[in-house]
C-alpha cells in the first residue's frame, strides 16, 4: 500500500473526525480508509489512533506523528507549487484567518482584487474575534495585532495604524471632556470583549506610557459595534482614524484627549515557514503592502480641546 496515500488519509481522518467522513470525499470504502490507518500503524509499530463506536482520539504518538505527517504535506505541496509555478499561473488555495473588522474593511476588499488577478488561486476566510490557533485551525495564515504565541511561526509587519479616542458630543455634553487620561477613570470607556483593558488604552504622556484605570457598563466584541454605539452616546471609544475620519468630519464624534497620542497598532501576517516562497503567497504578499492597505485616512487629528 502506498505510504504517501496512507499519510494523507491518516491525515484527513485526523481533521475531518470519521473514517465515514473521508471515505466520502476520497471515494473509498470506510474500510480502506481504517486499511490504511492499520498499515501505518503496523509500519511504525505503535497505535495512532483510539477509536470507539462514536468517537475517536489520537494517542500520543498519533499526536506527534499528525503534526509531522501534515508539514510533510504541506511541504510535498509547496515543490508541487514551484515546478507549476515555472510553467504556469500560481493555483491552490489558501485558508486565512482574521478579527471581524480588519477582515470586513480590508481583507476582503483586498482578497476580491487579489482574486481578480488571480482566479486559480481559491480563498476560505473565517473571520473572528477569538483567539486563532494556526496550526490547530489548520489555516495557512492569520491576520494579528500581536505575534505572542506565534513565535514558532513567521510573523511580517505589514502596517502601523494610528488609533484616536473620540466621544460623540451628546456623551460629552452630558458628561464633560477629559483632560487627562486619568480622568477617564470617570467615564464609560466602551471596551473589547473578551480583551478587556487591551492594549489599545495606552497613552503616550511625554517620554512615559500611561495606562489608564478604565471601567464600562458595555463591552463588545466588535469594533464596528462598539463605533455604532459611541456614536449613540455610549461612551469613549477608541478607533483606527480610518474608521472614523467621517464622522469627525462631519461633528458626529469629537476626539478628546488630543495632546496624549495612543500607541499605534501594529498588524501582522503570520504563516508558517513551509508557506514561505510558495507561489500562492509569493502572490498575494504585495497585496498588503502600505500603499494597498491604506488603513490610515487623510483626516488630521484635532489638536484643540472643544468647549461646551
Known amino acids: 500500500m502506498d505510504r504517501l496515500t496512507s499519510i ?22 470506510a474500510q480502506m480508509v481504517g486499511k490504511h490507518v492499520r498499515g501505518l ?7 495512532l489512533l483510539n477509536k470507539s463506536t462514536r468517537h475517536q482520539s489520537l494517542t ?35 485558508t486565512i484567518a482574521a478579527g471581524v473588522n480588519f477582515g470586513i474593511s480590508i481583507l476582503a476588499p483586498i482578497i476580491a482584487r487579489f482574486q481578480n488577478d488571480y482566479p486559480k488561486i481559491n480563498i476560505d476566510i473565517c473571520l473572528s474575534n477569538q483567539s486563532i490557533d494556526l496550526l490547530e485551525g489548520g489555516y495557512d495564515i492569520i491576520f494579528s495585532n500581536h505575534t505572542q504565541g506565534y513565535e514558532s511561526l513567521i510573523a511580517k509587519k505589514i502596517k502601523s495604524y494610528s ?29 473589547n470583549t473578551p480583551i478587556k483593558n487591551s492594549q489599545q488604552w495606552r497613552f503616550i504622556d511625554g517620554e512615559k506610557i500611561y495606562i489608564p484605570e478604565i471601567s464600562s457598563r458595555l463591552s463588545i ?34 476626539q478628546i484627549l488630543p495632546h496624549y497620542p495612543l500607541q499605534k497598532i501594529n498588524m501582522y501576517m503570520i504563516y508558517p515557514p513551509h508557506l514561505r516562497g510558495t507561489a500562492r503567497l509569493d502572490a498575494l ?6 500603499e494597498s492597505l491604506q488603513l490610515t485616512a487623510d483626516y488630521k487629528p484635532n489638536t484643540k480641546t472643544p468647549i461646551y
Do not use: W
Not at 485526523?14 to 467522513?21: I, L, M, Q, R, W
Open 163 to 191: 488609533l484616536i479616542a473620540c466621544a460623540s458630543p451628546r456623551y460629552l455634553e452630558q458628561f464633560g471632556i477629559p483632560q487627562h487620561p486619568r480622568e477617564l477613570a470617570a467615564h464609560q470607556c466602551l471596551q
Open 8 to 29: 494523507e488519509v491518516f491525515v484527513r481522518a485526523v481533521e475531518c473526525g470519521s473514517f465515514a467522513s473521508v471515505a466520502e470525499e476520497k471515494n473509498l470504502s
Open 41 to 47: 500503524e503496523t509500519l511504525l509499530g505503535t497505535k
Open 285 to 290: 504578499q504585495p497585496y498588503f503592502n502600505e
Open 60 to 94: 500520543p504518538a498519533g499526536e506527534q506523528y499528525y503534526h509531522r505527517c501534515k508539514n510533510i504535506l504541506a511541504e510535498l505541496r509547496a515543490a508541487e507549487e514551484d515546478v507549476h509555478r515555472t510553467l504556469n499561473e500560481p493555483c491552490g488555495k489558501l
Open 221 to 254: 466584541n466588535s469594533g464596528q459595534a462598539m463605533l455604532n454605539a459611541a456614536l449613540e452616546g455610549a461612551g469613549i471609544t477608541i478607533q483606527p482614524i480610518s474608521q472614523v475620519s467621517d464622522a469627525l468630519k462631519t461633528g458626529r464624534l469629537i
